[in-house]
Every structure is written in C-alpha cells, then in structure tokens.
C-alpha cells in the first residue's frame, strides 16, 4: 500500500455524493464499516516500514475523521429532515385549539359590573379573612348573633378574631371608614359558610355588596336602582317585589323577588308556583353602622344590597345545581364558549 493510495481515498470520500439516505449507507459501507476500505487500510498498517509509519499513520487517521464527519453530518441532516415531515405534514387534517370559556359566573359577574357602573356605582374589594369587627361587629351583629357561631362560620383557629368573611358586606364598613362620601360602589367577591355542600348549598360561594351613600338617600333610591338592576339583568318586563325583612345592619331591611323568569309569573317548579324569586336582600344602612364607620348619620343615609352570584347565573342560565360552578367539568363549561 503506498501513500498514494491512501490520499486518493481521502479524495474519494470528499467527492462522494450523497444525495439520499441510501446514498449515505453506500457510504458507510463502502468506507466505514466492517470490511470497508478504512479497515482495510488499517489493517495493511503493519506492511509498512516503521519509518514511514508516522507520515502513513497521519494520513490513514486523516481518512477515517473525514469519513466518520462527512458520515455524522449527512446523518443528522437526513434526520432533521424526517422530523420536520413528522411536525408538518400538510396533507394532514389539522387539529385545532381547543379555545377556552369565560366561567359563567365570571360573565354574570362582570354584567353586574358593567350594570351598576352605567349609572355611577366603581367596583372595590376587600380581603377574604375578615375581623370581627369587619364582618360582625360594626355592622351590629349582637354577640350572641348565630353567624358568629363555629357551625356556620370558618374561624382561624390561632386566631378566633380572624374568619372567613361570611358575606361581602364587611366590604361595606372598610369603605366607609376610608372614604368620605358620597360613596356608590359595589364589590363582588367569594364568601365562605361552614355548610354541608349541597344542590342549594355550598362552603363558598360569590356575592355582590353594593353600597350608596351620600345626603338625602331614600328608599325610593334603593327602590329604583334595583328595579333598574333587575330590568337589564332579566330583562325589560321584569317586575320586582319587596318584602319586609331583618339584617342587623339595615333598618328597614327587605328581600327583594323579581317575576319569575321561566314562567313569567303563571308559576313553575323554579319558582315554586308563586310566580316570585328571591334574588337579593337589602335596605337602608343603619344609623349605628353608620357611626361605626364615623359617618354622621344625622347628615347622610344610605342604602345597601347584597345579591349571591351564583343565585342571578342559575337564573340566567336555567343552572339547578350550585354544585357544577366549581367542579371544573369541561362539558359544562365549554357551554360558555363566545358569551362574556
Ligand atoms: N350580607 C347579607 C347576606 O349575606 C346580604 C345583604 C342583605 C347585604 C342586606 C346587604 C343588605 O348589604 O343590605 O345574606
């Protein structure tokens, strides 16, 4: 073997053309394996003078490292190149995004929002551990009130001065007693019950407070702004109705019903065959709630309402179970697909 022979494999390795993936494995076996020609002329080694062994040696190591990169690179390209047909074989059907749902009680939320801000009311929040003082106290609840109670309030237990806020009207005593009015303002938000979870009946649920102070608020005010809510929540010929009722923190208080929005009033199962359905309580906020928040009662009134989310999304959307609001079933929430 001479060292011609040699330099002309390395020019033949160069100028292999290898155009295809069959191409390369001519290549590999013509030059790289077993009985190839490298191992050839490896094995030929041991013919050679020891003087010319060093200069032979560096041209057959020459050899072989062009053969092996030329072999690695058109390696990888073919392999590239059949990952790419993998990822984008366009003769394929495509497979589209899932899109996602606004949650129906985001929607409602957020039409409640859009409602009372058209008429002035600004949306605030409040933290969802509340004090005493915030969720019972200032808003006169007596000590021996049953809400204070552990069977149906979560209380923190290294600290039974701290609890899950149990309605959103402790966000109500918070923005008295940092802002002067007038006030108009609603805050939606979670509320927690230690309740056994039921159709009707759940641990947390949604409420919306709303809050208006300023001089010379009737309950006349109060009257209209919801027969408004309910108009452009349920629609224009919707009717309401107010009952006499008691929260500590309103005086008068009232519930308030609205026409049933299935049977139009003739009476159903939704309604009870009463034609009527409760959606909120509310009233005029009391003078001693007032002074807790250091509001001079003798100057302004006030009204305020409370309304669960929940309750206004199952009527809107015909929902009977409270249940499915938080069990993330995609079947149910792929409904709200584009709404919202
Ligand atoms: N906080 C009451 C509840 O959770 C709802 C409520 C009633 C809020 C009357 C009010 C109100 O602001 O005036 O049941």
Sequence with gaps: MSLDTVQNLIREVEDFKIDTSSDLENFRLKFLSKKGLIGEVFSLMKTIAPQDRKQFGQQVNLLKQNAEEKFESFKLQFEEKTEQQQLIDITLPGEPL?????????????????????????????????????????????????????????????????????????VQVRIMENNKPPIRTISPGRVYRNEAISARAHCFFHQVEGLYID??????????????????????????????????????????????????????????????????????????????????????????????????????????????????????????????
């Design 98 to 170: 899932e899109s996602g749902a606004m949650h129906p009680l985001s929607i409602i939320r957020n039409r409640i929002i859009e409602i009372f801000g058209a008429i002035g009311f600004t949306v605030s929040d409040g933290p969802e551990i509340e004090d005493d003082w915030h969720n019972f106290s200032a808003l006169n609840f007596t000590e021996d009130h049953p809400a204070r109670d552990m069977q149906d309030t979560f209380f923190v237990q290294k600290n039974p001065d701290l609890a899950l806020r149990t309605h959103t009207s402790s």
């Design 215 to 340: 001089k010379d608020v009737s309950f006349a005010d109060l009257k209209q702004t919801l027969l408004y809510f309910a108009k452009e929540m349920f629609g224009t010929d919707t009717k309401i109705r107010l009952r006499p009722s008691y929260f500590p923190f309103t005086e008068p208080s009232a519930e308030m019903d609205i026409s049933c929005t299935f049977c139009k009033g003739e009476g159903c199962n939704i309604c009870k065959y009463t034609g009527w359905v409760e959606i909120l309580g509310c009233g005029m906020v009391d003078p001693a709630v007032l002074e807790n928040c250091k509001i001079d009662h003798q100057e302004y009134s006030g009204f305020a309402f409370g309304m669960g989310i929940e309750r206004i999304t199952m009527l809107v959307y015909d929902i009977n179970d409270l249940r499915i609001f938080s069990e993330n079933d995609v079947r149910f929430l792929k409904q709200f697909k584009g709404i919202g």
